[in-house]
Nanobody, 122 residues
Framework: QVQLVESGGGLVQAGGSLRLSCAASGQTLSSYAKAWFRQVPGKEREFVAVINWSGGRTVYADSVKGRFTISRDNAKNTVYLQMNSLKPEDTAVYYC???????????????WGQGTQVTVSS
């Protein structure tokens, strides 16, 4: 059974940085695309970034482009999200997801983590 476990969330001041990690266990997902989404209460889950299996292709939401970087280490079965220049509007629960094909809609992803809270204070 595949498990995705996020870590690295927390409280940070506006302008600060955080790095999220998502480790997979139960199955090697090195051939899977991996993505980050985020969600605030009362709103739909929002796409943040996605990376293909090799790391050679990435796609970002316009709201995070230039501030966030997604990367992966297939040897460690882990995907990362480096978040710089954080803003209060980045506050959300961040989820990682995995599936065979690269996509930006949450419905395309079969495997999900439990989420990690990121709070950016002004």
């Amino acid at each position: 059974q595949v498990q995705l476990v996020e870590s690295g969330g927390g409280l940070v001041q506006a302008g600060g940085s955080l790095r999220l990690s998502c480790a997979a266990s139960g199955q090697t997902l090195s051939s899977y695309a991996k993505a980050w989404f985020r969600q605030v209460p009362g709103k739909e889950r929002e796409f943040v970034a996605v990376i293909n299996w090799s790391g050679g292709r990435t796609v970002y939401a316009d709201s995070v482009k230039g501030r966030f970087t997604i990367s992966r280490d297939n040897a460690k079965n882990t995907v990362y999200l480096q978040m710089n220049s954080l803003k209060p509007e980045d506050t959300a629960v961040y989820y990682c997801a995995a599936d065979l094909t690269i996509a930006t809609n949450s419905g395309a992803f079969h495997y999900w983590g439990q989420g990690t809270q990121v709070t950016v204070s002004s």
